[in-house]
């Protein structure tokens, strides 16, 4: 199966070739924002395993005061990239799971920056909860 995603509109394609690492439901304020619900999943790959098909003029990014960059189609609004400075070193990037059309089979493994988490969701799964970063 291949890793296919798009935006909303469709005028951003991609493709990742591999994922890496694991993958956490992030409660964060500004995934929160970002995203409009009570947390994001991302997950990682290598910048070299992102490969463009259509669109990527209409991308767009934010960049916030402790550097993260969040990135988005212009046309409308889909969030869909997640960069800090850990991705910078290492050369990989963050995807939003959601934005993907069709996936391997990937699952999160943890709820991350739980601290932070909205009042009015309650997390009743069994994964591991760290109340910021892993550790």
């Not at 889909?78 to 699952?107: C, Q, Y």
Request: a positive charge.
């Amino acid at each position: 199966m291949k890793n296919m995603g798009s935006c909303l509109c469709k005028k951003i394609t991609f493709e990742v070739f591999k994922f890496q690492g694991p993958i956490g439901h992030c409660h964060c304020k500004m995934c929160q924002k970002f995203h409009g619900a009570a947390f994001s999943t991302f997950a990682e790959t290598k910048v070299s395993d992102l490969h463009w098909l259509s669109g990527q003029v209409f991308l767009k990014s934010y960049r916030a005061e402790n550097e993260t960059v969040r990135a988005f189609c212009a046309c409308c609004g889909s969030s869909l990239l997640f960069e800090s400075k850990h991705n910078r070193v290492e050369g990989t990037i963050e995807i939003a799971l959601a934005a993907f059309d069709s996936i391997e089979p990937v699952h999160a493994d943890a709820h991350i920056y739980t601290e932070s988490k909205a009042d009015w969701y309650k997390i009743s799964d069994t994964l591991t909860q760290f109340g910021q970063y892993r550790r």
